[in-house]
Structures are given as C-alpha cells and as structure tokens.
C-alpha cells in the first residue's frame, strides 16, 4: 500500500494549543534489574514484591515474588509513577514510595533513585542532562 495516498486525518480537535493547562507534576522513575553502582543486570528469581501504592502513586509491572528475571532482554521491571500538586508534594510521594517498593532476591535501581531523589543540586532543579554522569561516577569513585 501507497502511504502517500492516505492524507491528513479527517477530524479536528476541539480545542487549541492555547487552551491546554499545566497542571500539577509528575516524575517517573524507571526500575531496572541492575545494580545500583555498576549498572551490571541482574538476573534471577525475584523472593519478594510489594509495590509501592496510594494517592498520585502508580506502578506499571508485571514483577510478581517467583519470577525469574532472564538474562536475555531488556532488565527494566517496573515504572513508579507518583504525581502530585506541587513538585514539592510529588517529591515526597516519590520517597515514601521507593522507601515502601521491595524487590527481593535481585539487585535493582531503587537504591539509586533513592540517592537522585536526596542530592541537593536534583532537589533545588539544578542539574541537567550530563549531571547524572556526574553523580554516577562520584559514587563509583567513593566504592559505594
């Protein structure tokens, strides 16, 4: 089939870009089967889950305590989600949920966003796309 013949959609949309409105904020924190530190995957079979749950708080997984992690594809298993009013509100949502997700039985990130979530520079919004190499490499150079 020719692409080219299908055109523009047929349809207009009943509002503007003029009428869309910020509202509120939203973070989403990406678990991978990985180390913290040293981002080696970690396969395995996972001991225990409990995600995390409540108001602004979601989690999309299908991790379950039994499941073997393979070595084979992509390590993330989960997105945390958590929203809020305010940054400042959706911050503290975000901790109080990685402080509440378990993971058992395999090494994950959730230490590591648990670190991000506390530095300075992350909380004040003073970083940028290369702060996180930075961030990364003061905690390898400390053996953390």
């Not at 225990?48 to 298993?77: C, E, I, N, Q, T």
């Not at 400042?88 to 975000?94: Q, T």
């Amino acid at each position: 089939m020719d692409t080219t013949e299908l055109g523009p959609p047929d349809f207009e949309l009943s509002f503007t870009q003029a009428d869309i409105e910020f509202r509120g904020h939203a973070i989403e924190c990406r678990i991978n089967a990985e180390h913290p530190v040293t981002f080696v995957p970690c396969p395995g079979r996972v001991t225990d889950y409990h995600p995390p749950g409540g108001l602004g708080v979601r989690v999309d997984s299908a991790l379950y305590a039994g499941y073997v992690m393979p070595p084979y594809y992509d390590s993330m298993v989960a997105k945390l989600i958590v929203s809020g009013t305010t940054r400042n509100e959706c911050l503290m949502r975000l901790r109080r949920s990685l402080e509440e997700f378990v993971v058992g039985g395999i090494d994950t990130t959730i230490p590591l966003h648990r670190r991000l979530i506390a530095a300075p520079a992350f909380l004040n919004g003073d970083y940028d796309i290369r702060w996180l190499e930075g961030f990364a490499g003061e905690r390898e150079g400390a053996g953390a």
